[in-house]
């Protein structure tokens, strides 16, 4: 388990993604960032507050509103010598960019044979329940992960944010960076000066014996509150985040699920098709002789996300239905 | 306001000494391009070469007048009818030939093939086989020269189909805004694929750079010495910080839009087809006029030929013979 010292001086996520980016700011005269509103403004989240004023507007580049251009120039760039980070104010967007990550990030290298890498990080978000409706709420992180070439990481805490933003910018291939927009408040022990958290290692968040909760981004404190929730009943659940999706930290799934024998999957992703379906048959392939249940799948309704709070609730798994969902699936077996 | 505060570019005639050597030496391009691309069209018949090839039969002067006036560390983004460029920048015959063979020595190790060559050592960022979609790859390497502090300029090759793409739209937008040191070459065939361009565009095509800003102009794309010129002109004021510039050249493909399209008489005329080919052919206007300069006699410019048909049976028996990559290469380069 990589959680810090309790000591350790305590961070918003915001501030560990702000802190992670001046560090290697520093440390590196070719990164730079580049956005819509990332300057002055320091995005409508304002993770990026103050990184142009010891940067200066060179650094940290406002953009026309042009997802596809801005992210097509930093494809040039990277391919040219520079280390891009592109901001993409919400996640929804990347729809915008889909042909520049795909068709030319993913492939460059390889198309190459080699020659030409793109090392650059599209830093983006994810998460509903803002009240934001249907174009500014989804959780497309699985898009990415289709597709070979790129990288895919989703920070869950603190601490975790900045090691990983840190290795994401100093990998030489392009890594696409999701931040749950309802965590830059959160606070976590983040220790001062460098620090790397190597991309494709998961963490356990909770030990526990009877299940294993596999958890993403903004899933793992709901499935951390699920095992809260299912404790005083006599079920410890243990919480695992991947941390990233690719490359996926298999190993570690499939000996959780070994040791627990019940595994649910949590991730606010659309369920059909997404990353709980790639996940649940990591853990059932490998761990199959060893499970006493299916694998359970806990996604995003699939439905686009509803504006009218009632309903956007109903949308994504919460504490009580996670602990539910473990609750039934270690009863049910165990009457079998 | 309006388009008199646009620079207006100059037609550069006699922007800088020429010398006879070095239009001599644009005619073994030409000659070499059109040797090059005759054979492929062979290999294509003969079904020697896996897969299709878009010839650049006819359009040689754009990428040879263009190239000319380029450093080797200048960049170039190309096209999926990208020979030309490619060799116009000072690829090898060999190394070409392999990679249309899929042979290890390629390229791109057989990875990326007549779509995707790449020669990162003179600056050539790949040819691209998405329509317009390395104009964002060119701006950015224009950003990270401006932002290296290096004067390299980087040219975009585009063919007048790609006017369709919005992401051309968005980086001409970014470039002029931040003076970006890239030179935008819309090689008008006349035709997107199979579809006369009057009827996919609307406006005029120079009216499209000259709404951002950018000086634009349009050049008689069969005459290297005007494209040479023009182009010239572009990177000079490229290169000394004065922003980015449009050249739309006019051009015809002789071939269909690629090897396959053989029968083109729903969509082009013969008669058309032979017009450009005996009146408008850049090779033969170029050989006319160096004779007529008294700079090449017709026996120096047939054994420039014969030299060019050396190179290039050496350079496909080079190819012929070389082996495919071994089957272990199939994963590697998808990451760096």
């Not at chain 1, 990983?164 to 990998?171: E, N, P, Q, T, V």
């Not at chain 1, 996940?279 to 499970?291: K, M, N, R, T």
């Not at chain 2, 406006?203 to 010495?225: K, L």
Request: aromatic share 8%.
């Amino acid at each position: 388990m990589s959680t810090p010292e309790p000591a350790a001086r305590e961070l918003t996520l915001a501030e560990a993604i702000r802190e992670a980016l001046a560090e290697e700011m520093r440390r590196d005269p070719r990164v730079f960032i580049i956005g819509e509103d990332v300057a002055e403004a320091g995005t409508p989240f304002k993770v990026l507050s103050g990184l142009v004023a010891e940067f200066g507007p060179r650094r940290v580049i406002d953009t026309p509103i042009s997802e596809a251009g801005f992210t097509g120039i930093a494809v040039g760039a990277a391919v040219t010598g520079m280390r891009p980070v592109v901001d993409i104010m919400f996640g929804d967007f990347i729809t915008l960019t889909m042909d520049q990550m795909v068709n030319q990030a993913a492939k460059i290298h390889y198309m190459s044979g080699g020659s030409l890498r793109v090392p650059m990080v599209l830093h983006t978000t994810l998460g509903a329940t803002r009240r934001s409706a249907a174009q500014h709420s989804q959780s497309l992180h699985a898009w990415f992960s289709h597709i070979p070439g790129l990288k895919v990481v989703l920070p869950s805490t603190p601490y975790d944010a900045k090691g990983l933003l840190k290795s994401a910018i100093r990998d030489d291939n392009p890594v696409a960076f999701f931040e749950d927009k309802m965590m830059y408040k959160m606070k976590g022990a983040v220790p001062q000066g460098d620090y790397l958290v190597p991309l494709g290692i998961a963490d356990i968040k909770r030990s526990g014996k009877d299940i294993t909760l596999v958890a993403t981004s903004s899933m793992v404190q709901v499935a951390l509150s699920a095992a809260e929730l299912l404790s005083p009943i006599g079920i410890e659940a243990e919480v695992i985040d991947p941390r990233t999706l690719f490359p996926l930290d298999k190993q570690t799934l499939i000996a959780s699920a070994k040791k627990t024998g019940r595994a649910i999957v949590v991730d606010e992703g659309y369920e059909r098709y997404g990353v709980t379906a790639e996940i649940a048959s990591v853990i059932a392939e490998g761990a199959f002789y060893d499970l006493d249940a299916p694998v359970k799948r806990m996604g995003a309704r699939d439905v686009p996300v509803p504006f009218s709070p009632v309903l956007e609730d109903l949308t994504v798994p919460t504490p009580e239905s996670v602990a539910e969902a473990a609750r039934t699936l270690c009863e049910t077996i165990s009457a079998s | 306001m309006g388009q008199s505060s646009i620079p207006v570019l100059q037609r550069g005639d006699g922007f800088r000494e020429v010398l006879p050597e070095k239009w001599v030496n644009m005619y073994r391009q030409l000659v070499k391009i059109r040797s090059f691309e005759k054979q492929v069209n062979e290999l294509y018949l003969t079904a020697k070469m896996p897969g299709l090839a878009h010839l650049y039969i006819g359009e040689e002067a754009v990428a040879v007048g263009v190239c000319e006036a380029l450093r080797t560390d200048d960049y170039i983004t190309s096209t999926h009818r990208g020979h030309g460029h490619c060799l116009a920048k000072g690829a090898s015959v060999e190394r070409m030939f392999a990679e249309l063979l899929g042979k290890a020595a390629g390229y791109c190790r057989g990875k990326g093939g007549s779509m995707h060559i790449a020669d990162q050592d003179r600056g050539n960022l790949g040819a691209n086989a998405i329509v317009g979609g390395s104009a964002g790859i060119a701006a950015g390497a224009a950003l990270s020269a401006q932002m290296r502090g290096a004067d390299q300029v980087a040219v975009c090759f585009f063919g007048e189909g790609a006017l369709g793409q919005g992401l051309l739209y968005e980086v001409m937008n970014m470039a002029a805004l931040w003076k970006l040191p890239v030179i935008y070459v819309c090689e008008n065939n006349l035709y997107n694929e199979y579809t006369h361009y009057s009827e996919t565009t609307a406006g005029t095509v120079t009216a499209r750079p000259e709404a951002f800003g950018i000086p634009a102009r349009t050049i008689d794309g069969q005459d290297v010495r005007a494209v040479y010129f023009a182009a010239a002109n572009c990177v000079e004021r490229a290169r000394t910080g004065q922003g980015p510039a449009f050249l739309e050249c006019l051009t015809y493909r002789f071939h269909g839009h690629f090897v396959a399209d053989i029968n083109r008489a729903y969509y082009r005329s013969r008669q058309e087809e032979q017009e450009w080919e005996t009146q408008r052919d850049p090779i033969h206007r170029l050989a006319s006029w160096l004779v007529e300069q008294k700079w090449a006699s017709a026996e120096s410019l047939d054994k420039i030929q014969a030299e060019v048909q050396m190179e290039i049976t050496a350079g496909l028996e080079f190819a012929l013979q070389a082996p495919f990559p071994d089957a272990s290469e199939v994963d590697q380069h998808v990451y760096a």
